[in-house]
């Protein structure tokens, strides 16, 4: 049974706590939080060799590309990474 649900209303204070909360950006309490786990981003089979996808996550613009990694006590291959891109000057 869908009942109509009345709005709600926050003091001004709760209403800012919850717009902070709600950013994710560098330097807010979120995007720290989120920035201490790893995000999915895309399927591993989106990401060809020797290509580079721009994405834009948690308000900053970064680059996926796929690189090999090899450690010493295992062998990960296909790793994807996602980077800040800095275009060259000039």
């Known amino acids: ?3 109509p649900h009345e709005p709600i209303t926050y003091s001004q204070e709760k209403a800012k706590e919850l717009e ?3 950013q994710a950006s560098p ?3 979120m995007g720290r939080l989120l920035r ?3 995000q999915p981003i ?3 089979d989106k990401v060809k060799p020797g ?3 721009p994405v ?3 308000s900053e613009d970064l680059t996926l590309f796929e690189v090999k990694v090899v450690v010493p006590t295992s062998s990960l291959t296909g790793v994807h990474i996602a980077v ?3 275009m060259p000057a000039g």
Do not use: V, Y
Request: proline share 4%; glycine share 4%.
């Open 20 to 22: 902070e909360l709600s």
């Open 51 to 53: 290509t580079a996808i």
């Open 27 to 29: 330097g807010t309490p």
């Open 36 to 38: 201490r786990f790893w």
């Open 56 to 58: 834009k996550l948690l």
């Open 84 to 86: 800040r891109f800095c």
């Open 1 to 3: 049974m869908n009942m």
């Open 42 to 44: 895309t399927a591993s």
